[in-house]
């Protein structure tokens, strides 16, 4: 119980205080597209890999989605949201796509390197980065999307 607690504080709570305290501050409308969107995303993904069993987040293995409940509605959609962020600040957004790619590859395999994900039938590090790469490259086309049909963003 004390492990999903830490979860829910690094990958859950943390990134939220922080995203509302800096983010929500400068662009409401991030959280409000964004956010739910990447959501979802990191919930396909995640059922996708448990699913194919490449990783276990631990510390409920048997009950998936759970353990992956902070990511996918706190450190993920949160990232998301900064991804379009830093695209709208610095009109990169193919490096800033890659950027945040490695970001977040880095992030998870701090919880890799402590035993929290688990990597299995064949997954590694490499795979990892390209489950963010498409997600985010997705939100993008997603960001363009909306631009094009008028949504003030």
Known sequence: MKKMILHL?????IPWIICILHLYKRDKMLLFLFAPYFSVSAYIINAIGFYYD???V???PNQKHIATLPFD???YPVL????????K???RAYLIIFLMSLFTTFLEMIFFYFGR????????VYLTFFSYLFPYLFLYWYYKFLIKINIKI
């Open 9 to 13: 504080l690094l990958a859950f709570l």
């Open 54 to 56: 490449f990783w276990e």
């Open 58 to 60: 631990l510390p409920f």
């Open 80 to 87: 998301g949201c900064y991804l379009i962020y830093f695209i």
């Open 117 to 124: 994900v688990i990597y299995e039938n064949g997954w590694n």
């Open 73 to 75: 509605l706190g450190i």
């Open 89 to 91: 600040k610095f009109n």
